[in-house]
């Protein structure tokens, strides 16, 4: 599989840099699958993969019965945006931003570029529904029955197995099931942390993160953060060293919204600090399911031998979003955690779970994650092209190697709560900047979610937008 993604990717490297030359121009033919496949000795499967990330590009198009052209040639590469450097001024406004955006995403025809779960159209609604209907007869009592408190055995013991690998050992004893991955990160820092604590996050961040920090009491210190490798470890260092935070919850594979991926040196350094002050980890590790390189990226956990890192995840950006099925394995403070599931909420949805469980177990859950990981990154290169192509010069976006989010950083002039407002007009819905926040930052900045099919309606919506920059 490696190497046939290191072919795949030099086949199509090498075809992009004749067309950026002039090599190829616009309007040429491209050589035959069968050609590609003589010239470079590689399978048919590998030739089309090529050619599908060059058409995702929109450097080539496909002709029926023709074969593939020279679409156009490609846009400089935009500039990343840049390490984000928090403050200590409170916004204020935070509340006030996301009730907005929330309110208008569901408008009717509105296209919701802000939208934070990947479209219905992307998920395996039909086997989803018929996973329901064998749940219901295989259940006793139809799932109507209360759950346990640790959550289905079944499912507890498929998601041990799925997740386990070399570098990482999961048992179904190290799970607890949660109400999704929220549920989860509320059940982790009521376990170890209390009202006053203060807690480490990235800068940017997801806004849920800071209304539940918000909720429970806790104080924020936000880091800065790397539009690719996350959170500086320097400056976690710093906090740490302080013992200004009680615990610290990161994002470690494609933050929401940079789609920053933490290398595994940096996680490596990030368990063996916070192993040295004895300060844990609630790793949020919803997005690792949707990467775009040939294996999964490790998570903090693999690296963590002293139950310091509670690692939570879910289904709910990759499967099920209404399901609400997620999981913790919150290492030594597991009864904690229990304990704060049993307060709050008893037990979860029994169908759901048992539902998650044999799509696990079938396959079905891994054979749709591949389908959705290859839209996924094609759309990606898709948003990025219509970005170079259609918004103001000086625009800089964020590479993510994963998850579905898009970071853009305009000219420092732009508000993009003022932009939100004008873009509404036109029934386009983007989530301004300083969402991701408790302090006056990003107003230049905003979050686009590619995790819509592609068509010329998203191509059109993006054209939009960037004539609204202007």
Known sequence: MKANTFLYDRIASEIEQQITQGVLRIGDRLPSLRIICERYDV???TALQAYYQLEA????????????????SPKKHLPLPGVSAPGQTTGGALHEVISRVYQDMGRNGAIPLSLGVPALELLPVAKLNKGLLRAMRSLAGSGLEYEQVQGNADLRRQVARFYSNERQTLTEEDLVITSGCMDALAMS???????????????PVYFGILQLAQSLGLRVIELPTHPQTGVEVDALKEVLTKGQVQACLLVSNFNNPLGSLMPDEHKQEVVRLIQHYGVPLIEDDLYG??????ERPRSCRSFDDSGLVLWCSSVSKTLAPGYRVGWVAPGKFKEEVLRRKLYHSIAG???TQEVIAGFLETGRYAHHLRGLRHTLQANALRYTRAIAEYFPEGTKVSQPQGGFMLWLELAEQIDSVALYERAMRQNISIAPGNMFSLQDQYRNCMRLSYGMPWNEKLEDALRRLGKLIM
Do not use: K
């Not at 590009?57 to 156009?72: A, K, N, Q, T």
């Not at 399911?289 to 040939?294: D, I, K, L, R």
């Open 43 to 45: 399978s048919q499967s």
């Open 57 to 72: 590009r929109s450097l080539i198009e496909s002709r029926p019965r023709s074969g593939y052209f020279v679409h156009r």
């Open 189 to 203: 820092l009521m376990a170890v942390t209390q009202r006053g604590d203060a807690i480490a996050v990235e800068s």
């Open 289 to 294: 399911e949707v990467y775009f390189s040939s």
């Open 349 to 351: 949805t029994t169908i």
